[in-house]
């Protein structure tokens, strides 16, 4: 199902999203003001005014930090041409970057006019916001992009982020595996009772709800990218059979599998 959206949002107090989370469309995350830091996957980067962030279709990610105004672009592959998908493609790989003072200026006063019409007009139709992305992606692509390099996380007594993403990377290199508190407790050199501690304070979510969003995200992105049978995903995914990945995945996301890639 095709999905746009402008959306701006501003806070005042520090925020963080409650848990990790990913979606079946791109997100570009365009940072106006403020300082942000953004969990993906197993990888940190701290953005601040005038970043931008673009996180792909089934990828684990969470922001978190200090007061902020954002404006945030939603759009679903397929309403993509073959070059727009490749240059988000390459984005992603990147995760971060900003733009030259003037390019940066003239992007973010291009969003912010976008997200303030689609807020006085909530009826503003799909070919509109179509429109109001291509020009933005054309702006992008025809911009010099400048990385913005991955945070150095140093572990000290109270900030355990670096243990934790090696954590992540772990989980998300061994989706397939049986992967218990046991063997990452062993693995990590700490009790499973610190782990699951330390893993909740940093992530917001325990080390069990963090395996299974993984593990959905990729069956999603299996189901919609490739024509692989429910038992060869099931097995990719960490699924003991076809049947138990049927249940669990209708569980979570309210259909099955099958009519999941159906849909998409």
């Known amino acids: 199902m095709s999905f746009i959206e402008i959306e701006y949002r501003e806070k005042h107090k520090p925020f963080a ?8 469309y791109y997100e570009i995350y365009c940072l106006a003001e403020g300082d942000r830091q953004v969990f993906f996957e197993s990888r940190m980067f701290t953005l601040t005014g005038g970043s931008i962030c673009v996180i792909p279709p089934f990828r684990m990610h969470k922001m978190e930090g200090g007061p902020y105004r954002r404006i945030n672009l939603y759009i679903s592959p397929d309403l993509l041409d073959s070059s727009e ?5 390459e984005c992603s790989d990147m995760v971060a970057f900003s733009l030259t003072e003037e390019r940066g200026k003239l992007f973010f006063s291009l969003i912010e006019a976008a997200a303030e019409e689609c807020a006085a007009d ?5 070919k509109y916001l179509v429109g109001i992305m291509k020009t933005l992606l054309f702006l992008l692509r025809t911009s010099s992009l400048v990385p913005i390099p991955e945070a150095t996380v140093v572990r000290t007594e109270k900030n355990d982020k670096s243990q934790v993403l090696q954590i992540i990377d772990y989980i998300n290199g061994h989706l397939e595996q049986s992967i218990s508190l046991d063997l990452l407790s062993e693995k990590f050199f700490v009790s499973k009772n610190t782990l699951c501690k330390r893993f909740r304070r940093e992530m917001k979510c325990s080390v069990a709800e963090y395996i299974s969003g993984a ?11 490739t024509a692989l049978p429910m038992d060869k995903i099931a097995e990719n995914c960490g699924y003991s059979s076809a049947n138990y990945f049927s249940l669990i995945f209708k ?8 009519n999941y890639r159906k849909k998409k």
């Open 251 to 258: 569980k979570n996301v309210g259909i099955s599998p099958l």
């Open 17 to 24: 999203m409650t848990a990790l989370q990913s979606h079946d």
């Open 122 to 126: 909530g009826h503003k139709g799909k």
């Open 215 to 225: 593990r959905l995200s990729l069956a999603k992105n299996l189901l919609v990218t």
């Open 85 to 89: 998908g490749d240059f988000l493609s």
